[in-house]
Protein backbone atom coordinates (compact mmCIF):
# COMPACT_ATOMS: atom_id res chain seq x y z
CA UNK A 1 0.00 0.00 0.00
CA UNK A 2 0.73 3.55 -1.00
CA UNK A 3 0.28 6.24 1.47
CA UNK A 4 0.59 10.17 0.28
CA UNK A 5 1.62 12.95 3.63
CA UNK A 6 0.46 16.25 2.30
CA UNK A 7 1.42 18.56 5.09
CA UNK A 8 3.31 21.32 6.05
CA UNK A 9 5.25 18.65 8.82
CA UNK A 10 5.54 16.13 6.00
CA UNK A 11 9.60 15.10 7.09
CA UNK A 12 8.42 14.66 11.09
CA UNK A 13 4.88 12.30 9.83
CA UNK A 14 7.36 10.53 7.43
CA UNK A 15 9.52 9.80 9.97
CA UNK A 16 7.32 8.53 13.10
CA UNK A 17 5.18 6.53 9.85
CA UNK A 18 8.24 4.63 8.94
CA UNK A 19 8.89 3.32 12.57
CA UNK A 20 5.66 2.49 13.10
CA UNK A 21 4.78 0.81 9.76
CA UNK A 22 7.87 0.54 8.32
CA UNK A 23 6.25 -2.08 5.31
CA UNK A 24 4.36 0.86 4.11
CA UNK A 25 5.54 2.89 1.35
CA UNK A 26 5.09 6.36 1.92
CA UNK A 27 5.24 9.04 -0.62
CA UNK A 28 5.43 12.45 1.41
CA UNK A 29 5.95 16.16 0.56
CA UNK A 30 4.17 19.80 0.03
CA UNK A 31 4.66 20.51 -3.62
CA UNK A 32 3.90 18.65 -6.57
CA UNK A 33 1.59 16.81 -5.20
CA UNK A 34 -0.59 15.93 -8.15
CA UNK A 35 2.51 14.24 -9.20
CA UNK A 36 3.02 11.86 -6.39
CA UNK A 37 -1.03 11.33 -5.78
CA UNK A 38 -1.11 8.38 -8.38
CA UNK A 39 -1.22 5.04 -6.93
CA UNK A 40 -1.81 6.15 -3.73
CA UNK A 41 -5.16 4.98 -2.32
CA UNK A 42 -4.81 6.50 1.69
CA UNK A 43 -3.83 10.10 2.00
CA UNK A 44 -2.61 11.51 5.21
CA UNK A 45 -2.91 15.14 5.60
CA UNK A 46 -4.33 18.92 5.75
CA UNK A 47 -7.50 18.65 3.78
CA UNK A 48 -7.01 22.22 1.90
CA UNK A 49 -4.38 20.14 -0.22
CA UNK A 50 -6.19 16.94 -0.53
CA UNK A 51 -9.49 19.38 -2.27
CA UNK A 52 -6.47 20.91 -4.55
CA UNK A 53 -5.87 17.10 -5.87
CA UNK A 54 -9.70 16.19 -5.94
CA UNK A 55 -10.43 19.31 -8.20
CA UNK A 56 -7.19 17.98 -10.31
CA UNK A 57 -8.44 14.40 -10.60
CA UNK A 58 -7.35 12.55 -8.22
CA UNK A 59 -9.32 10.23 -5.87
CA UNK A 60 -8.47 8.39 -2.80
CA UNK A 61 -9.97 5.27 -0.83
CA UNK A 62 -9.17 6.93 2.54
CA UNK A 63 -8.59 10.15 3.62
CA UNK A 64 -7.09 11.14 7.04
CA UNK A 65 -7.25 14.76 8.17
CA UNK A 66 -4.77 16.04 10.31
CA UNK A 67 -7.20 18.86 11.26
CA UNK A 68 -10.07 18.40 13.25
CA UNK A 69 -11.77 20.72 10.51
CA UNK A 70 -12.11 18.41 7.39
CA UNK A 71 -14.26 21.84 5.83
CA UNK A 72 -12.34 22.37 2.76
CA UNK A 73 -13.35 19.03 1.42
CA UNK A 74 -17.00 19.80 2.06
CA UNK A 75 -17.25 21.61 -1.23
CA UNK A 76 -19.89 21.35 -3.46
CA UNK A 77 -18.06 20.33 -7.07
CA UNK A 78 -15.90 17.89 -4.59
CA UNK A 79 -16.55 14.08 -4.74
CA UNK A 80 -18.38 12.25 -1.63
CA UNK A 81 -17.80 8.57 -2.65
CA UNK A 82 -14.93 7.51 -0.59
CA UNK A 83 -13.89 7.45 3.28
CA UNK A 84 -13.07 10.54 5.49
CA UNK A 85 -11.79 10.77 8.55
CA UNK A 86 -11.18 13.82 11.23
CA UNK A 87 -8.79 14.15 13.44
CA UNK A 88 -10.04 12.42 17.18
CA UNK A 89 -8.76 11.93 20.45
CA UNK A 90 -5.78 14.45 19.74
CA UNK A 91 -6.64 17.76 20.74
CA UNK A 92 -8.65 17.19 24.12
CA UNK A 93 -5.48 18.14 26.53
CA UNK A 94 -4.13 20.84 24.39
CA UNK A 95 -7.61 22.50 23.88
CA UNK A 96 -8.26 22.55 27.51
CA UNK A 97 -5.08 23.96 28.46
CA UNK A 98 -5.28 26.42 26.24
CA UNK A 99 -9.00 27.16 27.64
CA UNK A 100 -7.84 27.20 31.64
CA UNK A 101 -4.61 29.41 30.26
CA UNK A 102 -7.34 31.93 29.61
CA UNK A 103 -10.15 31.56 32.15
CA UNK A 104 -6.84 32.00 34.37
CA UNK A 105 -5.38 35.10 32.84
CA UNK A 106 -8.82 36.83 33.20
CA UNK A 107 -9.40 36.10 36.72
CA UNK A 108 -5.95 37.29 37.80
CA UNK A 109 -5.95 40.19 35.61
CA UNK A 110 -2.55 39.44 33.63
CA UNK A 111 -3.15 41.84 31.24
CA UNK A 112 -3.80 44.87 33.52
CA UNK A 113 -1.05 43.85 35.69
CA UNK A 114 1.25 43.98 32.95
CA UNK A 115 0.10 47.60 31.87
CA UNK A 116 0.62 48.29 35.41
CA UNK A 117 4.23 46.85 35.83
CA UNK A 118 4.53 49.09 32.26
CA UNK A 119 3.95 52.25 33.91
CA UNK A 120 5.43 51.49 37.02
CA UNK A 121 2.58 51.26 39.30
CA UNK A 122 1.95 48.89 42.20
CA UNK A 123 -1.36 47.17 41.48
CA UNK A 124 -1.81 45.02 44.22
CA UNK A 125 -5.40 44.52 44.19
CA UNK A 126 -6.62 40.62 45.37
CA UNK A 127 -7.92 38.12 42.56
CA UNK A 128 -10.69 36.25 41.98
CA UNK A 129 -10.96 32.63 41.14
CA UNK A 130 -12.42 30.19 39.34
CA UNK A 131 -14.22 28.40 42.21
CA UNK A 132 -17.91 28.11 41.42
CA UNK A 133 -17.70 30.29 38.10
CA UNK A 134 -20.67 29.32 35.88
CA UNK A 135 -18.46 27.84 31.96
CA UNK A 136 -20.91 27.00 28.88
CA UNK A 137 -19.54 24.98 26.51
CA UNK A 138 -20.88 25.14 23.34
CA UNK A 139 -20.12 22.20 21.39
CA UNK A 140 -19.88 19.00 23.93
CA UNK A 141 -18.52 16.59 21.44
CA UNK A 142 -14.90 14.58 22.07
CA UNK A 143 -13.11 17.69 22.61
CA UNK A 144 -15.67 19.58 24.31
CA UNK A 145 -16.00 16.59 26.94
CA UNK A 146 -12.75 17.20 27.67
CA UNK A 147 -12.37 20.89 28.32
CA UNK A 148 -15.15 20.03 31.17
CA UNK A 149 -13.27 16.94 32.48
CA UNK A 150 -10.10 19.17 32.70
CA UNK A 151 -11.54 22.17 34.11
CA UNK A 152 -13.52 20.27 36.43
CA UNK A 153 -11.34 19.96 39.13
CA UNK A 154 -11.03 23.58 39.51
CA UNK A 155 -14.91 23.71 41.17
CA UNK A 156 -16.39 25.37 37.65
CA UNK A 157 -20.12 24.86 37.17
CA UNK A 158 -20.19 23.21 34.16
CA UNK A 159 -23.18 23.24 31.60
CA UNK A 160 -23.21 22.08 27.88
CA UNK A 161 -24.85 22.74 24.65
CA UNK A 162 -25.64 20.60 21.94
CA UNK A 163 -27.39 19.67 18.75
CA UNK A 164 -30.47 18.47 21.18
CA UNK A 165 -30.55 18.40 25.12
CA UNK A 166 -29.24 14.67 26.42
CA UNK A 167 -27.01 13.49 29.91
CA UNK A 168 -23.65 13.43 29.73
CA UNK A 169 -20.61 13.54 32.47
CA UNK A 170 -19.63 15.75 33.47
CA UNK A 171 -21.93 18.50 32.59
CA UNK A 172 -24.78 19.58 35.36
CA UNK A 173 -26.71 20.18 32.08
CA UNK A 174 -26.34 19.59 28.41
CA UNK A 175 -28.62 21.79 26.65
CA UNK A 176 -30.27 21.93 22.78
CA UNK A 177 -28.76 24.62 20.59
CA UNK A 178 -31.78 26.27 21.06
CA UNK A 179 -31.46 26.91 24.92
CA UNK A 180 -28.48 29.23 24.12
CA UNK A 181 -30.03 32.40 25.02
CA UNK A 182 -31.15 31.25 28.36
CA UNK A 183 -28.15 29.68 29.36
CA UNK A 184 -25.45 32.53 27.83
CA UNK A 185 -27.16 34.52 30.53
CA UNK A 186 -26.01 32.92 33.67
CA UNK A 187 -22.41 31.88 32.33
CA UNK A 188 -19.36 33.74 33.57
CA UNK A 189 -17.58 32.01 30.62
CA UNK A 190 -18.95 31.15 27.50
CA UNK A 191 -16.73 28.36 25.55
CA UNK A 192 -17.52 28.55 22.25
CA UNK A 193 -16.46 24.67 20.36
CA UNK A 194 -19.05 24.43 17.53
CA UNK A 195 -17.99 23.09 14.12
CA UNK A 196 -18.67 24.65 11.15
CA UNK A 197 -22.19 23.51 10.08
CA UNK A 198 -25.04 25.17 8.51
CA UNK A 199 -26.71 25.54 11.80
CA UNK A 200 -23.69 26.90 13.29
CA UNK A 201 -23.05 30.18 11.23
CA UNK A 202 -23.85 33.56 12.92
CA UNK A 203 -25.00 32.14 16.31
CA UNK A 204 -23.16 34.61 18.52
CA UNK A 205 -24.91 38.00 17.06
CA UNK A 206 -26.31 41.17 18.51
CA UNK A 207 -29.07 39.52 19.89
CA UNK A 208 -27.30 36.86 21.45
CA UNK A 209 -24.68 39.19 22.68
CA UNK A 210 -26.96 41.28 24.37
CA UNK A 211 -28.06 38.57 26.84
CA UNK A 212 -24.41 38.10 28.28
CA UNK A 213 -23.35 39.11 31.89
CA UNK A 214 -21.38 42.36 31.58
CA UNK A 215 -18.68 40.21 33.23
CA UNK A 216 -18.55 37.41 30.75
CA UNK A 217 -15.94 36.43 28.82
CA UNK A 218 -16.93 34.61 25.33
CA UNK A 219 -13.87 32.36 24.24
CA UNK A 220 -14.37 31.28 20.77
CA UNK A 221 -11.91 28.69 19.57
CA UNK A 222 -14.50 26.41 17.66
CA UNK A 223 -14.68 28.03 13.98
CA UNK A 224 -14.76 31.92 13.03
CA UNK A 225 -18.43 31.58 10.84
CA UNK A 226 -19.95 31.35 14.50
CA UNK A 227 -19.51 34.79 15.53
CA UNK A 228 -20.52 37.84 13.35
CA UNK A 229 -17.74 39.88 13.97
CA UNK A 230 -18.86 43.04 13.84
CA UNK A 231 -21.89 42.68 16.44
CA UNK A 232 -19.19 41.24 18.83
CA UNK A 233 -16.82 44.70 18.22
CA UNK A 234 -19.94 46.59 19.20
CA UNK A 235 -20.90 43.84 22.10
CA UNK A 236 -17.65 44.69 24.01
CA UNK A 237 -17.56 48.73 23.38
CA UNK A 238 -21.26 48.75 25.18
CA UNK A 239 -20.15 46.46 28.05
CA UNK A 240 -22.21 43.72 26.95
CA UNK A 241 -19.45 41.25 28.28
CA UNK A 242 -16.47 41.83 29.50
CA UNK A 243 -13.83 40.31 27.28
CA UNK A 244 -13.47 37.82 24.54
CA UNK A 245 -10.46 35.73 23.21
CA UNK A 246 -11.21 34.93 19.52
CA UNK A 247 -8.62 32.14 18.65
CA UNK A 248 -10.36 31.26 15.06
CA UNK A 249 -11.69 34.21 12.18
CA UNK A 250 -13.78 33.86 9.02
CA UNK A 251 -10.94 35.17 7.33
CA UNK A 252 -7.42 33.78 8.02
CA UNK A 253 -4.94 35.47 8.12
CA UNK A 254 -6.82 38.33 9.37
CA UNK A 255 -6.61 41.19 7.28
CA UNK A 256 -5.32 44.41 7.56
CA UNK A 257 -7.94 46.97 9.07
CA UNK A 258 -10.37 44.39 10.65
CA UNK A 259 -12.09 45.78 13.46
CA UNK A 260 -10.76 43.10 16.18
CA UNK A 261 -7.26 43.65 15.50
CA UNK A 262 -8.55 47.41 18.02
CA UNK A 263 -11.22 46.28 19.51
CA UNK A 264 -11.64 47.02 23.43
CA UNK A 265 -11.00 43.79 25.31
CA UNK A 266 -10.45 41.17 22.62
CA UNK A 267 -7.69 38.60 22.29
CA UNK A 268 -6.52 37.24 18.93
CA UNK A 269 -4.27 34.29 19.36
CA UNK A 270 -4.06 33.02 15.61
CA UNK A 271 -5.45 29.41 15.66
CA UNK A 272 -3.09 28.52 17.62
CA UNK A 273 -5.13 26.83 20.19
CA UNK A 274 -5.12 23.24 19.43
CA UNK A 275 -2.51 22.42 16.83
CA UNK A 276 -2.16 19.05 15.67
CA UNK A 277 0.67 17.62 17.58
CA UNK A 278 1.92 14.69 14.82
CA UNK A 279 2.40 11.95 17.15
CA UNK A 280 -1.15 11.68 18.26
CA UNK A 281 -1.85 12.04 14.86
CA UNK A 282 0.20 9.06 13.65
CA UNK A 283 -1.29 7.02 16.53
CA UNK A 284 -4.78 7.28 15.29
CA UNK A 285 -3.53 6.73 11.76
CA UNK A 286 -1.79 3.31 13.11
CA UNK A 287 -5.25 2.47 14.40
CA UNK A 288 -7.64 3.84 11.92
CA UNK A 289 -5.17 2.21 8.83
CA UNK A 290 -5.73 -1.23 10.87
CA UNK A 291 -9.33 -0.68 11.06
CA UNK A 292 -9.71 0.87 6.76
CA UNK A 293 -7.49 -2.59 6.06
CA UNK A 294 -9.42 -4.96 7.91
CA UNK A 295 -13.21 -2.91 6.44
CA UNK A 296 -14.16 -1.77 9.81
CA UNK A 297 -15.64 1.18 11.03
CA UNK A 298 -12.88 4.61 11.23
CA UNK A 299 -12.91 6.66 14.57
CA UNK A 300 -13.88 9.91 13.44
CA UNK A 301 -15.35 9.29 10.22
CA UNK A 302 -17.29 12.01 8.71
CA UNK A 303 -20.98 11.81 7.83
CA UNK A 304 -21.17 13.94 4.92
CA UNK A 305 -24.42 15.08 5.24
CA UNK A 306 -23.88 16.07 8.79
CA UNK A 307 -20.56 18.28 7.83
CA UNK A 308 -18.44 16.69 10.73
Known sequence: ???????NDHAVYRD??????PQIELVAGEHDLAQQAGGCEVWLGEPHLFAE???AGHKPGWVQSTWAGIAPLLADDLPRDYRLTRAVGVFGQIMAEYVLCHMLAHERELFTRLQAQREQRWDGR???SLAGRKVLIVGTGEIGVAVARFLQPFNVELTGVASSARTLAPFNEVAALEDLPRLVAQADYVINLLPNTPATHDIYDAALLARFKPSAVLI???RGTS????DLVAALAK???????IDVCREEPLPAGHPFWTADN???TGHSAAPSLPHLVVELFVSNLQRYQDGGALQGQVDFSRGY
Do not use: F
Not at 16 to 21: N, V
Open 1 to 7: MRVLIAE
Open 16 to 21: LLQTAL
Open 53 to 55: LMR
Open 126 to 128: LPS
Open 220 to 222: NAG
Open 227 to 230: VVDE
Open 239 to 245: GQLAAAV
Open 266 to 268: LLL
